[in-house]
Antibody, heavy 120, light 107 residues
Framework: QVQLQESGPELVKPSETLSLICTVS?????????WGWIRQAPGKGLEWIGN???????YYNPSLKSRVTISIDTSKNQFSLRLSSVTAADTAVYYC?????????????WGQGTLVTLSS | DIQMTQSPSTLSASVGDRVTITCRAS??????LDWYQQKPGKAPKLLIY???SLESGVPSRFSGSGSGTEFTLTISSLQPDDFATYYC?????????FGQGTKVEVK
């Protein structure tokens, strides 16, 4: 059964860069899936951040595009998120998830999520 | 960007009730829509994909319908485990967007 696990600092200082890694197990990151990041501010709804394909093709939310970089490391079966120049508005639970490209079956597997808090 | 609007925002219901949640897209998205269930402190769970296909392992009391701009998620007989927040999400074009969520609470 596929598992995704987010990891990274839980506290980030304002104006710095948030960095998270999603480690995928029991599913090859080189198979036909988009690997995505979604976040949820406390008490708020879900916000799609972006996707990456194993080829390296990326798709970002325009509201974050200037600050977001998603990359993939097929040798480690991981993909990562970097969000620069963070502010208090970036405090959220960050989820990584898998979306079937060929089957188009939605985000069918999610990590448990990691709360990232902005704090000086 | 395509905006997704869910209604109602909150729904009060009892066990055994038939529950319907609506999701409207600001432009046609064909059937490129998913539904998720989220419980407090947990990751969302996929219920329905491509508007009407039931994800494996999801109880058959959940169903989805619609195409174009209007979609519905129906729970035929609400069970205690179904009290949660539900989100629709389109993937017709980038950026993908979610509805604002519908909280199903105990009446």
């Amino acid at each position: 059964q596929v598992q995704l696990q987010e990891s990274g600092p839980e506290l980030v200082k304002p104006s710095e860069t948030l960095s998270l890694i999603c480690t995928v197990s029991a599913s090859s990151i080189s198979s036909a899936y988009y690997w995505g990041w979604i976040r949820q501010a406390p008490g708020k709804g879900l916000e799609w951040i972006g996707n990456i394909y194993h080829s390296g093709s990326t798709y970002y939310n325009p509201s974050l595009k200037s600050r977001v970089t998603i990359s993939i490391d097929t040798s480690k079966n991981q993909f990562s998120l970097r969000l620069s120049s963070v502010t208090a508005a970036d405090t959220a639970v960050y989820y990584c998830a898998r979306f079937g490209v060929l089957t188009v079956t939605g985000f069918d597997s999610w990590g448990q999520g990691t709360l990232v808090t902005l704090s000086s | 960007d395509i905006q997704m609007t869910q209604s109602p925002s909150t729904l009060s219901a009892s066990v055994g009730d038939r529950v319907t949640i609506t999701c409207r897209a600001s432009q046609s998205i064909s059937n490129w829509l998913d539904w998720y269930q989220q419980k407090p402190g947990k990751a969302p769970k996929l219920l329905i994909y491509k508007a009407s296909s039931l994800e494996s392992g999801v109880p058959s009391r959940f169903s989805g319908s619609g195409s174009g701009t209007e979609f519905t998620l129906t729970i035929s007989s609400l069970q205690p485990d179904d009290f949660a927040t539900y989100y629709c999400q389109h993937f017709n074009s980038y950026p993908w967007t979610f509805g604002q969520g519908t909280k199903v609470e105990v009446k």
